[in-house]
């Protein structure tokens, strides 16, 4: 069990320009969460999948977030046309299937860093 | 909608002081209720949780009560270490697991 894993760490870019982070959970966690946390803030809730379906989705959400699991493993976040605002830290989680007792646990990605200058 | 409040840091204590964080939700239905702590440089982990009313969550000395009369699920811990020094997180989930609700976090700094 290696744990979430989070590709890049860090990723700086222009205004204007689009940008796609991976996420890859824990094996056969079969949910996985995206969240944006800025400085001084708690993480803030984007989308939800459970397999390869997307159940939840912020309407906090712009259009110009976009977000995929199509196998039902690895999962991406794309933000198109960056902007300033959308520089922020971007966590992965997932969590085990209901049938496991740490069903309610969110295990944590160590985020993907996005400066937008 | 749902959503966590918890005291504004941060809270500055001297090693084996007595820690209370104060964490209150509002929520349709029965939420449950999670702490979180990220310790500098690292993840956020899973502190404690608790599903339904009444139920205490309690780990490495720290423990929270879901008082649902008062949409309270206050952290405290008897006796603080400096090893304890993070940013803790109050967070709610729906009865679905669909999405969590964070709190913007409380920063503990324990001085020896």
């Known amino acids: 069990d290696t744990g979430v894993s989070q590709d890049p760490r860090h990723k700086i870019t222009k205004r204007g320009q689009n940008v796609t982070f991976r996420c890859d959970p824990i094996?056969?966690?079969?949910?996985l969460y995206w969240y944006r946390q800025t400085l001084g803030q708690g993480p803030e809730f984007l989308t939800y999948f459970q397999n390869e379906a997307q159940l939840e989705k912020s309407r906090l959400l712009s259009d110009r977030f976009s977000a995929e699991r199509p196998k039902g493993s690895f999962s991406t976040l794309e933000i198109q046309r960056t902007e300033q605002g959308d520089s922020a830290m971007y966590l992965c989680a997932s969590s085990p299937s209901p049938s496991l007792s740490s069903y309610n646990e969110q295990f944590f990605g160590p985020g993907t860093r996005l400066t937008v200058l | 909608g749902d959503s966590v409040t918890q005291m504004e840091g941060p809270v500055t204590l001297s090693e084996e002081a007595f820690l209370t964080i104060n964490c209150t939700y509002t929520a349709t239905g029965y939420p449950s209720l999670f702490w979180y702590v990220q310790y500098p440089g690292e993840g956020l982990q899973l502190l404690l949780k608790a599903t339904k009313a009444d139920d205490k969550g309690s780990n490495k000395g720290f423990e929270a009560t879901y008082r649902k009369e008062t949409t309270s699920f206050h952290l405290e811990k008897g006796s603080v270490q400096v090893s304890d020094s993070a940013v803790y997180f109050c967070a709610l989930s729906p009865y679905n697991f669909n999405k969590f609700y964070f709190g913007s976090g409380t920063k503990l700094n324990v001085k020896p």
């Open positions: 094996s056969e966690h079969n949910r």
